[in-house]
């Protein structure tokens, strides 16, 4: 069996062109085992959002041309989807385009008492990722001591 960074880097690579003729953007690939099903999952966006018609497009097209390459040797379910209004916040572009939103962010290890926190995202740096708290002050972390980073959902 393929590592399945190798699978998600094969994958993205293949679907790519399809992604771009759409016109939508490729938010994130997983291949992930969930219990006994392995599953295939992509997440897209567009200008405007992206809607269950699009992915239903997309989902054909991808189904199709990973049918037809046979990169992925196990059975698994495909999904195709919107990455959500709280979504993970995982490649450069994602820190850069979301500079100066709310951010929900959970630690490895606690910081001051808890490992969750909201901040405003600063920027990412290398792999320093700077923050600003409530009262406005700095704060940088190593991205290998975040667990998750993603947009916080205001309601």
Same mark, same amino acid.
């Not at 003729?21 to 405007?48: A, P």
């Given at each position: 069996? #393929?590592?399945?960074?190798?699978?998600?880097?094969?994958?993205?690579?293949?679907?790519?062109?399809?992604?771009?003729?759409?016109? &939508? !953007?490729?938010? @994130?690939?997983? &291949?992930?085992?969930?219990?006994?099903?392995?599953?295939?999952? &992509?997440?897209? @966006?567009? !200008?405007?959002?992206?809607?269950?018609? @699009?992915?239903?497009?997309?989902?054909?097209? &991808? !189904?199709?041309?990973?049918?037809?390459?046979?990169?992925?040797?196990? #059975?698994?379910?495909?999904?195709?989807?919107?990455p959500g209004l709280d979504r993970q916040l995982k490649k450069e572009k994602d820190f850069v385009r979301y500079a100066g939103s709310l951010v929900d962010v959970k630690f490895y290890k606690a910081y001051e008492g808890s490992k969750e926190h909201q901040f405003t995202l600063k920027c990412l740096e290398g792999t320093t990722v700077k923050l600003e708290d409530e009262n406005g002050n700095e704060l940088s972390f190593d991205r290998k001591d975040i667990a998750i980073i993603?947009? #916080?959902v205001i309601f």
């Open positions: 069996m #393929a590592k399945v960074n190798n699978t998600e880097s094969k994958v993205e690579q293949l679907v790519m062109p399809v992604v771009e003729e759409l016109g &939508f !953007e490729l938010v @994130d690939v997983e &291949f992930v085992k969930e219990g006994q099903n392995w599953y295939l999952r &992509f997440y897209l @966006d567009k !200008e405007g959002g992206i809607g269950i018609n @699009d992915c239903e497009v997309a989902s054909r097209r &991808f !189904e199709k041309l990973l049918d037809e390459k046979e990169l992925i040797e196990q #059975a698994y379910i495909l999904e195709v989807s919107s993603k947009l #916080a």
